[in-house]
């Protein structure tokens, strides 16, 4: 049983940036694939990034250029750096994980309790 939890979220301005951890623990963290999702109000969860088990990284059109998802295996955590905010990134933001392999639907096994990111205008 694999147990996420995230952290970094905030307030920032446009233009701004911030980057969220999420920490890993109870498996084997090098082995499973990460991603993380938003969801902004009266939205459906939407994928944002994902990292595979060997690296290989994905990132959504919508925040191609100014979002980064990375891994520390040795740290048992993922990140997500977020740059150039802008006030529609406005959403919780929640990591989750699945063995090994990415996909950029919600069929992720493991999910974290969220972290607000508001970007004011």
């Known amino acids: 049983q694999v147990q996420l939890v995230e952290s970094g979220g905030g307030l920032v301005q446009a233009g701004g940036s911030l980057r969220l951890s999420c920490a890993a623990s109870g498996g084997t963290f090098s082995r499973y694939a990460m991603a993380w999702f938003r969801q902004a109000p009266g939205k459906e969860r939407e994928f944002v990034a994902a990292i595979s088990w060997s690296g290989s990284t994905y990132v959504a059109d919508s925040v191609k250029g100014r979002f980064t998802i990375s891994r520390d295996n040795a740290k048992n955590t993922g990140y997500l750096q977020m740059n150039s905010l802008e006030p529609e990134d406005t959403a919780v933001y929640y990591c989750?994980?699945?063995?090994?392999?990415?996909?950029?639907?919600?069929?992720?096994?493991?999910w974290g309790q969220g972290t607000q990111v508001s970007v004011s205008s």
């Open positions: 989750a994980a699945r063995w090994r392999f990415v996909v950029t639907t919600p069929e992720y096994d493991y």
